[in-house]
């Protein structure tokens, strides 16, 4: 399998976060993901959807922007991508890539997104968002009947 030849580095911080680096030697682009693993598979029976709150949860603590749709125009507008949230069945994703050449853009989208994840309170919308979650996962829940 291709993957066992990456020589991936894994760190971790003191804080216990644990971070892994591929380094690609001429890469026009850097490549950064965060996971909180915390997905389904870590659920308890009948107590679904906790990650998948957390998706739609974290975009509203965003900090530096209104909205989530500004901070990905203007990401995008300096030639990065941005997802911000994808939920799996092992947990939630954000993720974002900027030309190698654009560090400040780089350090700025991580400086956001890792505040949006572990330095922000919960700010309003929560009662919104688990409404939107717990409707999708009842429609998605019968489409499987």
């Known amino acids: ?30 490549r950064f993901s965060c996971v909180v693993f915390g997905g389904a598979r870590f659920d308890e029976p ?15 603590n965003l900090m530096s922007f209104k909205s989530a749709e500004a901070f990905e125009q203007m990401v995008e507008e300096e030639g990065g991508s941005l997802m911000l949230g994808g939920t799996t069945f092992e947990g939630v994703h954000w993720a974002w890539s900027a030309p190698t050449d654009s560090k400040d853009l780089l350090i700025g989208v991580t400086d956001e997104i890792g ?26 829940q019968n489409k499987l009947k």
């Open 1 to 30: 399998m291709w993957i066992k030849n990456l020589l991936w580095q894994k760190y971790y911080l003191q804080n216990g976060l644990e971070v892994w680096i591929l380094p690609v030697e001429g890469a026009p682009i850097e």
């Open 46 to 60: 009948h107590a679904h959807g906790g990650a998948h709150l957390l998706e739609h949860v974290m975009p509203e």
């Open 115 to 140: 505040a949006m994840i572990f330095k922000n309170p919960l700010r309003s919308g929560l009662r919104k968002e688990k409404n939107i979650v717990l409707s999708q996962t009842f429609y998605h």
